[in-house]
């Protein structure tokens, strides 16, 4: 069994929002959300969907999954103080129908531009090592900062990725890490980046640039200019076939 887990309940400081939550923003007439969402939802791999989201959204995500027909969703529950709380509260939900060898898939709410193959790739991955981070090699140099104003070290270039989403798990493995990051006190966003610290090894797979997350505005202008570039190749693949 392979469920989705997609956790939405930031407010996006970042992205400058301060009445409508990033993951409500709509792009093209429908909310980032809910794009996210659909990708899940439409792959044959997938079996159930539970999203972790803001307690005052929760209504109104039930009506845009609703009203988009957003198939699979079997819990929409509220989310924590934290994005590690959120994650932390949407697996023990999943872990009330799913098995120990069951394949959870971590994902942030606000990812639009997924694909069939990276969903399927991760699936596959973490099956067969039991974790699947999808990552894309760092075209920047890293400088490294504690006090961000003096730099005294750097990385190699090609030793550095970008992790992404979704990360694929074991619910074995991803609760295991999770409660022994509880008794040590510990806390992370990242799944990743929280085995690491735990000292586990992950494994990683060839991400796709594309697989942007909406965190910024300059993030949403993009996805904006994305999705208007498709409207407007499609129009000029119709004025070609048609000679208009």
């Known amino acids: 069994m392979v469920s989705a887990l997609i956790f939405a309940g930031g407010v996006g400081r970042r992205m400058n929002s301060d009445e409508i939550p990033k993951q409500f923003l709509e792009v093209d007439g429908k909310s980032i959300i809910i794009r996210t969402l659909e990708h899940f939802s439409a792959h044959r791999g997938v079996d159930a969907i539970v999203v972790v989201c803001l307690d005052t959204w929760i209504e109104e995500l039930k009506k845009q999954i609703a009203d988009n027909g957003v198939r699979k969703v079997v819990g929409i529950i509220p989310g924590g103080e934290t994005g590690y709380q959120s994650i932390h509260k949407g697996l023990l939900r999943i872990s009330e129908f799913a098995g120990e060898d069951d394949i959870v898939l971590i994902c942030d709410g606000v990812r639009p531009m997924l694909t069939e193959q990276l969903i399927t790739t991760c699936i596959h991955d973490a099956e067969k090592y039991e974790s699947a981070v999808p990552v894309t090699p760092s075209i920047d140099s890293v400088l490294y900062s504690e006090d961000g104003v003096n730099c005294k070290k750097n990385y ?15 619910m074995r493995r991803i609760l295991s890490a999770h409660k022994e ?10 799944s990743a980046d929280l085995l690491v610290e735990l000292g586990q090894n992950v494994h990683i797979f060839r991400g796709i640039r594309e697989n942007i997350k909406v965190t910024t505005p300059e993030d949403l202008n993009q996805l904006r200019s994305i999705h208007y570039y498709g409207h407007f190749k499609t129009f000029a693949g119709e004025v070609m076939k048609y000679g208009l």
């Open 156 to 170: 190699e270039r090609s030793k550095m990725f970008i992790t992404q989403a979704p990360q694929g798990y074991t």
């Open 181 to 190: 990051a509880e008794e040590r006190g510990m806390e992370s966003t990242s």
